[in-house]
């Protein structure tokens, strides 16, 4: 087993990315290749940042990808906000995504002051 697998920040990463595909695919085609395309990459990204930051030697590599991560959960909030305000999900589904992300963001920047 690798490290990032054993983190649960990693974890829920993976869950978080499942939730948001999944309201990816909903969005309407006129707008898969932006909007639909960037809330997928920016969520992936936080993931495979916290796997590569477990693969780091040094605690300065290893801070410098728990905060690329962190600033792809960031990315991945402000796409939340737009999908909700041209109405692709309601407040409740914003609210819970929103609240995935925040315990996502302070787990990374615990992970990142060590």
Known sequence: MFKFERLIVWQKSIDL????AE??????????SSIGDQIRRSCLSISANIAEATGR????ER?????????S????VS??????SSQYI???IFRSLHDKCD???????GLSNK
């Open 17 to 20: 990315f499942e939730k948001i």
């Open 23 to 32: 309201i990816a695919d909903t969005i309407p085609k006129s707008y898969q």
């Open 57 to 60: 030697e040094t605690l300065k």
């Open 63 to 71: 801070r410098y990808y728990f905060n690329v991560a962190r600033g």
């Open 73 to 76: 959960v960031y990315e991945t």
């Open 79 to 84: 796409l939340l906000h737009i999908l909700k």
């Open 90 to 92: 309601n407040d409740d």
């Open 103 to 109: 315990e996502i963001a302070k787990m990374l920047y």
